[in-house]
């Protein structure tokens, strides 16, 4: 089949009281239209447009990457005035397929056999039933034969018409050729005075071509976002589908109604538990048996096996190795990679920085721009200061080093295998190897030292 997919998203949204372009409001990480564009690219159409119109430079510049065709829709008069900008482009043996930039959740499958469906016919629309069709075009039957005859949309529909439950989704699939023809005999005489693609269906008919109806599987897969009440809705009906796929694949929720994963999970093991609130963005790996305790924020990250994350812990593009325990809250920032069985406490910050395997820091610290070797002993308290209000310097923790707690170490430092850190110490110079270095001053009891009382008169 010759596809030409056209993705309708011109419209402006204006129920979202946003400045952002309606489809650009984002759903599980991803723009709305990007949803829509990855449901294109996965039906192999190598040709496909987005009509883009209200704050349109700044939808193309933000998925201008893809291999779209954008084009603008100046003025939004309508559905049918959307298609007519790529009327000129519709080759007369392409099969059209008509998205909605505002529709994230509408299934492969659905569209396959819509695009099956219609075979011979001029027309296949997707329809779903609708407990309460309000709002939408109503698909009219022909009450004898049950073949479609035209779509009548609720602002101009009459009474009986809008008890009609069938209603059009939207989503359309039409022949090229036939469909050029159409869109240049569309009028505008109704109630908004638009130009409706619907209206397509009852010249097809009285041209007498056939219509083919598929119907939706869910009534959520084809629901668009208008407000943001509708866009919490979708939100939730996807993180559920994500849930499902998961426990699914073998990983237990603790409870799949808060459980949010905002990108993409790559890789997981076998056994992997996430407890409630996890929030997982971006692109993440994660071993066999990992588990995340509750409340974790964890972004662009691969996780080894058998790690534990405890509750109240920050990943964010880092790796953790095997076996490693992380948190009660503990932060990891940007470029840290953490090995095997290494231990990172509560209130612990990392950043840019690498934990050499077995080393542990347990509490309260920050180690910025470090290397830290094997088997290495971080006290409480340690800071490595590697700003110097203009610079950033590195500091160099070598194998089985022990810091004691309440340490600075002024970067760029390095500190030797096996040197120990007398706590309390703030080291400025390198520490030679096997070595108790501290900078300490010198204890001292004064005799006598009697303690101020309160003045009497005050
Ligand atoms: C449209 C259908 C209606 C269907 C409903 C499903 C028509 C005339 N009506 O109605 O039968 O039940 O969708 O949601 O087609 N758009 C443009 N340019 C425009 C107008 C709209 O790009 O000039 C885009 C919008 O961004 C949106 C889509 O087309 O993605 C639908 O527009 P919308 O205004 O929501 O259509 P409805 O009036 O709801
Ligand atoms: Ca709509």
Redesign the pocket.
């Known amino acids: 089949m010759n596809l030409k997919t056209v993705?309708?998203?011109?419209?402006?949204?204006t129920r979202m009281k946003s400045s952002l372009p309606?489809?650009m409001h984002k759903l599980g990480g991803l723009p709305l239209l990007e949803h829509v564009m990855n449901l294109a690219a996965s039906l192999e159409c190598e040709d496909v447009t987005v009509?883009?119109?209200h704050g349109g430079m700044k939808v193309r510049s933000e998925l201008g990457h893809s291999h779209a065709a954008w084009v603008e829709?100046r003025?939004?008069?309508?559905?049918?005035?959307?298609v007519m900008q790529v009327a000129e482009s519709i080759g007369g043996d392409q099969t059209v397929l008509i998205l909605?930039?505002?529709?994230p959740l509408l299934r492969k499958a659905t569209v396959q056999n819509l695009l099956t469906g219609i075979g011979d016919n001029a027309i296949g629309l997707l329809t779903v039933n609708l407990e309460n069709p309000c709002?939408?075009?109503?698909i009219i039957r022909n009450t004898a034969t049950r073949r479609i005859e035209r779509?009548v949309?609720?602002k101009d529909a009459n009474d009986e018409e809008k008890r009609l439950t069938e209603?059009?989704?939207?989503i359309i699939a039409a022949q090229g050729g036939l469909l050029k023809r159409w869109l240049s005999e569309l009028k505008t005489d109704n109630v908004?005075r638009?130009?409706?693609?619907?209206?397509i269906v009852a010249l097809a008919v009285r041209q007498g071509h056939r219509v083919e109806s598929v119907q939706a599987s869910s009534e959520d897969e084809?629901l668009?976002v208008?407000d943001r009440v509708q866009l919490a809705h979708l939100e939730r009906v996807f993180q559920k589908q994500q849930a499902i796929g998961l426990m699914t694949g073998g990983v237990t929720l603790k409870d799949p109604d808060r459980f949010d994963l905002r990108g993409e999970i790559i890789r997981y093991g076998r056994d992997v538990e996430i407890d409630i609130n996890v929030i997982l963005e971006g692109r993440i790996s994660l071993g066999d048996s990992v588990r995340i305790g509750s409340n974790c924020v964890i972004r662009n990250a691969v996780i080894g096996d058998k790690v534990e994350i405890l509750p109240h812990s920050i990943i964010e593009n880092a790796a953790i190795g095997d076996c490693s325990r992380i948190g009660p809250f503990a932060r990891i920032r940007p470029e840290t990679n953490i090995g095997d069985h290494v231990h990172i406490g509560n209130f612990v910050e990392l950043k840019k920085s690498s934990v050499g395997s077995g080393s542990k820091i347990n509490h309260l610290s920050y180690i910025g721009d470090t290397t830290i070797g094997s088997r290495v002993n971080i006290g409480a308290g340690t800071i490595t200061c590697n700003y110097d209000g203009a610079n950033k310097y590195r500091t160099v923790i070598e194998d089985e080093v022990f810091v004691g707690s309440d340490t600075q170490l002024i970067a760029p430092v390095t500190i030797r295998k096996r040197s120990t850190i007398g706590a309390g110490s703030t080291i400025t110079k390198d520490t030679p190897e096997d070595q108790l270095t501290l900078s300490r001053s010198k204890q001292q009891t004064i005799k006598g030292w009697a303690r101020p009382t309160k003045n009497r008169s005050s």
């Open positions: 993705i309708l998203a011109a419209g402006q949204g309606k489809v009509i883009y119109g829709q003025e939004q008069l309508g559905t049918g005035h959307a909605y930039g505002d529709v709002g939408y075009g109503r779509i949309e609720e209603v059009n989704t939207g908004q638009e130009y409706y693609l619907t209206d084809v668009g208008n």
